[in-house]
């Protein structure tokens, strides 16, 4: 799909189009603040892309009190759990470059510009990564670089098999992409964000990284679309389950 440019009267710079996929599941607390971030950054020729996976609070409520027609909402009747909801919000996305968001972050105000810069200076990236500040429910600061808690970013697929830097709502990938990588592997216990960044690195698929915050990324106790609590077996596990995923993956194609 060429690279649409979006004139924006606001900013002396043309863009290609975005969509914004996000995962929501019971994310009442902060997704209107989430939301607002991504909104004011955006153009008419935009779009977010809202999947809630059967939230029992007033979560959708809030998402269409918006009434912003850039706002697709599609909500699930049954749970289908994190990996399969981000699936089919990236499904939907009908703009060259796809942006991931979570419900609970805040993004910075020139994050789209950023990213999206980075694909009109390179037409053969693929990948966008960058940094983020932790932060806590209550806005507090728990650290200035996420990646510097994690040895810095590397995008080779040993690094990340050790340790994933692939943070989901850090990436933005080029909608191109999405054959390398859809559908996710469910038959495996692979999470997206990381099975995303592997896969990219196992093609070695044109990957930037920008070395700058871009978002407030939120830990917290209610984190819905974070990680599982992860023991020794199960980070075994996952390592055996992707490498798994990847020959499986790469016998299909």
Known sequence: MPLQIVNQDTQEFSRPAVSVCMASYNGEKFIEAQLKSILDQLSDADEVIVVDDASTDSTCERV?????ARIHLIQHQQNTGVVRTFEEAIRLASRPIIILA??????AQDKVQTVTRKFLENPKLMLVAHDATLIDENDQVLGPSFLALRGGF????????WKNRYVGCTLAFHSELRREILP???????LHDMWIGVRCAWIKTPIEY???PLILYRRHSGTATGRKQNNPYRKSRLRIDLLAALFSFCRRI
């Open 154 to 161: 590397s995008s080779g697929l040993w690094s990340n098999l």
């Open 184 to 190: 996710f592997p469910h038959q495996y216990d692979v």
């Open 102 to 107: 979570d419900q609970d972050d805040v993004w």
């Open 64 to 68: 269409l009190a918006f009434r912003d």
């Open 210 to 212: 920008i070395d700058r």
